[in-house]
């Protein structure tokens, strides 16, 4: 028997898209910023909805949709960006669009792609759910319209977005022809009956889906669309790519690594850690050199991928325990990632409202006309950096730990030296706020309340994981059992 109420979360938040669209069709007055307000109610609908998942056992439809804590945790995180990302849109985008509707319709659409790729438990349905997620991306990077820059960075994603899916759906057509389904288990049990033979068609499967969802979360050198992107997108936006995507990719990686391909990990497992060294070093290396703050923040984003990457290459190399541990501690940075991320640009959001300024320039004596952003932008930035007292130390510190094998010494090693080295372009940006004059002509200014509230909140959020870490990694803790249910089996004997 088919059991729908699995979708429940999701038939909320599609149909506040859709009531939201609608709504701005036949009462054409409507408040913009309404719009955005009701958005941010429908995630807290949406997140009200996921609550009555957790702790229930597995549930499945059609053995191709699972609902378990792994799915319940990624709908909170989906249902929090989006209701953050519609927030600091209100004012934003009250006067740039004449179609709201769309914009906030399309960020509930994008946040069910991210759901179903961490709830698929088959190659179709995530790809279904990817393109979900991709097709609404690049329509939201390029809606301001009139913008060139913003057109721009829209076709370019569009483009590289095509290839990319074309790369990942040939590599599911390889790993389909060799194992005759598209079900992570039946794949895992399909490659494990092969009794240890290395196929090469199954090598090239795996290169192309690696690189295929390495494209989604800008893991180099498949990171070419995210600096443009970050650039040419609405400033909310970027915002949104930088913490819906990457949380998305990385659902996806740990399925399927976890899962369908889990014993094979010889096969994979030196690529990711390649991966995941260029993938660093290329994001620190480069962001060193820009000046748009937007760029910035794209090979920042670029940087903490590869740290993400680490755990992939952990779960190949190391046994069923360490596989587990790296995967909490996965989903442990991922959310302190996402909060800081969502807590500064909320801070660039409101003096952008101010002063129309989004460089790195624009933001010089800020902490003498707005004191309050210049120390949400401080502790977001030293939580990337992973500075103590802020959700990055610890939650970097649980991963690189947990990530920590013989045979992956060397590549922990390298993420330490590069977060001292992003440390330095995090200080630049600081140095611009405490030590020079204020933008000329630029006085002293009142933040809007909600995104004040907001700000100091995600704030507060950021100093709380970086201080008292227990709470959320019990609950991410919850969130990786359901992973490893089944594929600890497997990877033993994958050992």
Request: a neutral charge; proline letters at 3%.
């Amino acid at each position: 028997m088919r059991d729908y109420t699995i979708f429940i979360p999701e038939f909320v938040a599609a149909g506040a898209a859709l009531l939201i669209i609608a709504l701005e069709l036949f009462v054409p007055r409507i408040r913009r910023d309404a719009l955005a307000y009701l958005t941010a109610l429908a995630a807290v609908g949406w997140a009200a909805a996921s609550a009555c998942y957790i702790g229930k056992e597995p549930n499945s439809f059609q053995g191709i949709i699972q609902a378990d804590n792994f799915t319940t945790y990624f709908r909170f995180l989906a249902a929090g960006i989006v209701g953050v990302t519609a927030l600091i849109s209100a004012n934003y985008m009250k006067d740039r669009t004449k179609t709201a509707g769309e914009y906030y319709g399309l960020l509930l659409l994008a946040g069910c792609g991210m759901v179903y790729m961490a709830a698929a438990r088959e190659l179709i349905t995530a790809y279904i759910s990817l393109e979900l997620l991709s097709f609404c991306l690049y329509i939201l990077v390029g809606f301001l319209k009139r913008d060139s820059l913003s057109s721009e960075a829209s076709l370019k994603y569009i483009l590289l977005g095509a290839f990319s899916s074309a790369m990942l759906l040939y590599g599911i057509s390889i790993v389909y022809g060799v194992t005759h389904t598209t079900g992570y288990d039946e794949i895992s049990r399909a490659l494990a009956a092969r009794g240890g033979h290395t196929d090469n068609a199954v090598v090239v499967g795996f290169m192309l889906i690696i690189a295929g969802v390495g494209f989604k979360v800008a893991a180099a050198p498949f990171h070419m669309w995210s600096p443009d992107a970050y650039e040419g997108a609405p400033l909310p936006i970027t915002a949104f790519l930088s913490t819906l995507s990457k949380a998305a990719g990385f659902a996806l990686f740990l399925r399927l690594f976890t899962a369908a391909f889990v014993v094979d990990a010889v096969e994979w497992r030196w690529a990711i850690a390649l991966l995941a060294a260029v993938t660093m070093l290329l994001g620190n290396l480069v962001a060193i050199q820009q000046k748009s703050l937007k760029r910035l923040v794209a090979y920042s984003s670029i940087g903490q991928v590869g740290y993400m990457l680490i755990v992939i290459a952990a779960i190949g190399y190391g046994d069923a325990e360490v596989g587990r541990n790296a995967s909490t501690t996965l989903l442990f940075h991922i959310t302190g990632y996402v909060v800081s991320t969502l807590a500064l640009f909320t801070a660039l959001t409101a003096y952008y409202n101010k002063t129309g300024k989004d460089t790195i320039e624009g933001l010089r004596g800020l902490a003498e006309t707005q004191p309050f952003l210049a120390l949400v932008i401080t502790a977001s930035l030293f939580s990337f950096a992973g500075l103590p007292f802020f959700a990055g130390f610890t939650t970097k510190l649980f991963m690189f730990q947990a990530s920590t094998t013989n045979e992956l010494l060397w590549l922990v090693g390298l993420a330490v030296l590069n977060s001292f080295i992003s440390l330095y372009y995090y200080l630049m940006v600081i140095r611009q706020m405490y030590l020079f004059e204020p933008v000329a002509g630029l006085t002293r200014f009142r933040v809007e309340p909600v995104l004040w509230g907001l700000a100091g909140l995600l704030m507060v959020t950021v100093v709380f994981i970086g201080v008292y870490p227990g709470p959320v990694f019990e609950a991410v803790d919850h969130a990786t059992r359901p992973l490893f249910a089944v594929g600890a089996d497997a990877l033993v004997r994958a050992r």
